[in-house]
């Protein structure tokens, strides 16, 4: 029995009129890495809230260490041993590193705060993560990635029994997550048991000991990853269907060009020089500092830059993002919280937000208009909520991305760019943002894509450029992109021996 650490035993938790986990059994092991996988509402994040006594089961049990286990809060989770590292980055941008890593954990005497064992072991393994990062330096001041590596680095110091990951290597870059994942390595050694959760199925597949599928709030099975037969069976577990992730050839006009960009310059981008042609879903894969999101951000025009950028036949250069819309042009951002919706709005709110003109009269916005509009990228897109009224932030990370798009589409653009188009979203609302995409490309609209996904690039894209350092290294072609050690290769720094570049 001293193996295991957690068992669940027939854990529901109810909310008014939905069943978030349903009956739910099964055990984790001391000194495992095991990952739950399942789609949004499928009730990962209700489970990991019960453990870490953010929610109070409504019926079952939880055991720890082989006591009945149900913290009433955070901090007696804590203290019990299970700390978590959260999808949802828990920092104050207006103080230091060193501050932040403090919260939550300071040491007092009669009073006074002073500098803890448990402070200078944050520091010990943040350097382990990522030395660039002083202690001295304000979180505000630093990108994603690296306020997500404080986080990590503060979840993994705490000594705790269990630490539970959710979606640990979002923003991180390749190098970084190898890091992650030998500290991974190195606290199951030590009998620490890592509860993983993630929609990146090959860290699944790379990490897990066990993995638990979970589906509408119900246990659907826990496995040894060696029993489970590659991607197409998890996934089959997970949606309850087998879907396709292969690439579809789409119809493209190559003597339609409709953006150029040439020798395109600023402070990350050096020199990119390249054409997207009508009917096209052209990619650009790289690794975090790349230059992707530049590259959308320089075409949709907030950022500056040097060089041209041409829509259409004519010189019309990007001079900010009103003039790309009106050039049938829009950008679905990398962060769609803070640059793609206004959380705190309705959806009929949102998705108005690039075309108001076909909302309202002579300026005086029309509620009715702005509803019907909602609900109609609802009903094609595929937005799951109660009615058009509900606010964004009580929508999940797949239908908030959802209205991002549809606040895209409804702009009607000749050209769609997506930046990260499905980080953080389950594996049923990808494809079905996949579908999205091929439908409009179908339907005469261009697609650029830019993603740290090779998985995605290569199931979306007729073209694909490969960055490494804000340099276009390579230009391929979709049948020339079927050897992924060569792209990790080039996108890491190396040479393309081919010189295949091609505009």
Request: proline share 2%; charged share 25%.
């Amino acid at each position: 029995m001293d193996k295991i650490v957690i068992q669940v035993k027939n854990l529901s938790k109810h909310f008014t009129g939905v069943k978030a986990l349903d009956d739910v059994s099964f055990d984790i092991k001391r000194g495992s890495c095991h990952c739950i996988v399942g789609e949004n509402g499928a009730g990962k994040s209700t489970l990991i809230k019960i453990l870490t006594g953010a929610y109070q089961k409504t019926s079952g049990m939880v055991l720890f260490n082989g006591s009945e286990f149900a913290p009433e809060n955070t901090r007696e989770s804590m203290r019990a041993g299970i700390g978590c590292l959260f999808q949802e980055l828990n920092v104050v941008e207006q103080l230091r590193v060193e501050e932040n890593i403090c919260l939550g954990l300071e040491e007092t005497k009669f009073g006074i705060l002073r500098k803890g064992k448990i402070n200078v072991k944050v520091l010990e393994v943040l350097r382990q993560l990522d030395d660039s990062i002083s202690p001295k330096q304000y979180l505000g001041d630093l990108s994603v990635a690296k306020r997500q590596i404080v986080e990590i680095a503060k979840a993994l110091a705490q000594e705790n029994d269990v630490i539970i990951m959710d979606e640990p290597t979002a923003a991180l870059s390749e190098e970084e997550v190898r890091r992650l994942f030998t500290i991974i390595s190195d606290l199951k050694e030590q009998g620490v048991t890592i509860i993983y959760i993630s929609h990146r199925l090959e860290e699944i597949f790379e990490l897990a000991d066990d993995i638990t599928v979970l589906r509408d709030g119900k246990h659907v099975a826990t496995k040894p990853c060696s029993e489970i037969d590659g991607r197409r069976d998890l996934i089959k577990m997970m949606i309850g269907k087998e879907i396709s992730e292969d690439y579809i050839s789409n119809t493209i006009d190559y003597d339609t060009k409709l953006i150029q960009v040439k020798n395109v310059n600023n402070r990350k981008l050096n020199d990119i020089t390249f054409d997207l042609h009508k009917g096209e879903i052209l990619g650009f894969y790289g690794l975090i500092g790349s230059g992707k999101s530049e590259i959308a951000r320089a075409i949709f025009g907030v950022d500056h830059y040097s060089g041209e950028i041409i829509f259409g036949n004519k010189r019309r250069h990007a001079k900010s993002a009103q003039n790309s819309i009106k050039n049938g042009v829009a950008l679905v951002p990398e962060e769609r919280r803070t640059q793609g919706v206004c959380t705190e709005l309705s959806i009929s709110s949102n998705v108005p937000m690039m075309n108001y003109k076909a909302v309202s009269t002579k300026s005086i916005v029309s509620g009715k208009r702005q509803s019907k509009v909602a609900q109609k990228f609802i009903k094609e897109v595929g937005i799951a909520c109660r009615n058009e009224n509900q606010t964004v932030m009580y929508l999940s990370g797949g239908n908030q991305q959802k209205v991002v798009v549809s606040k895209c589409l409804n702009a009607i653009p000749k050209v769609l760019l997506l930046d990260e188009p499905t980080r953080g979203v389950d594996i049923g609302a990808k494809q079905e943002i996949y579908a999205i995409i091929r439908k409009l490309v179908k339907d005469g609209c261009s697609v650029i894509v830019f993603s740290s996904e090779l998985p995605e690039i290569l199931g979306l894209c007729d073209r694909i450029g490969l960055l490494y350092d804000g340099h276009l290294k390579a230009m391929m072609t979709h049948d020339k992109a079927n050897d992924p050690r060569k792209i990790m290769h080039i996108v890491t720094g190396g040479e393309d021996d081919e010189s295949n570049q091609s505009n």
